[in-house]
């Protein structure tokens, strides 16, 4: 029999790979979880970005195509287009803008605008200051007379996983041209022709 020796139960322990399966998995575990809950964080606010988009090209596309007289009630209807497009379970905003181009002035000049919406972040319809100072570098080149339609809108986004991604709003901003009609007209409830 041999002689008991620490040393040698040491070495044995050290070459031993049983059971390192077991360990390995354990100590990688969280780390694939908490990557695949980050990557489907991510995917998801993609994902919710890009219905967003596709959303708001599909209310400018329909504004630039209307001949009748546009009203507060029909912009509400485009926010309830907005939030059914979207399938968002949280606030959406919409603020619609038409500006015409002065050559004169070279001035791009405020028609009108209008917002619903607002639950969460305050958006107000623009003013001509507030127009020249957001909106003119987004604005395109524009023929003396021609009209922009401006159509910006906002929808929440709350992450699955908040792995240091808080809650916010996508911002989405087209701006498209008139097709048939020459002009996207406010109804102030006095406008001939509406």
Not at 75 to 91: E, K, R
Not at 97 to 109: A, C, F, G, K, M
Not at 122 to 136: R, S
């Amino acid at each position: 029999m041999r002689p008991f020796n620490p040393f040698r139960l040491l070495r044995r322990f050290r070459r031993s790979d049983r059971g390192s399966l077991s360990v390995e998995a354990v100590l990688v575990f969280p780390i694939l979880m908490f990557a695949y809950a980050g990557l489907f964080t991510i995917f998801d606010a993609f994902r919710t970005k890009n219905v967003n988009v596709r959303a708001s090209y599909t209310i400018s596309d329909m504004l630039s195509r209307e001949n009748a007289c546009i009203d507060q009630e029909y912009i509400a209807g485009l926010n309830s287009l907005l939030a059914l497009l979207t399938q968002s379970d949280y606030p959406t905003i919409i603020r619609v803008t038409v500006v015409q181009y002065v050559e004169d002035e070279e001035l791009n000049e405020l028609v009108w605008s209008a917002v619903d919406g607002g639950t969460g972040i305050y958006i107000k319809p623009y003013t001509q200051a507030t127009l020249t100072e957001e909106m003119d570098q987004y604005i395109p080149i524009m023929a003396d007379g021609d009209q922009n339609i401006i159509v910006e809108t906002w929808s929440g986004f709350v992450p699955i996983f908040e792995f240091g991604l808080d809650s916010f709003y996508f911002e989405n901003r087209v701006v498209s041209r008139k097709r048939w009609a020459p002009q996207l007209v406010w109804d102030t409830g006095t406008t001939p022709g509406c």
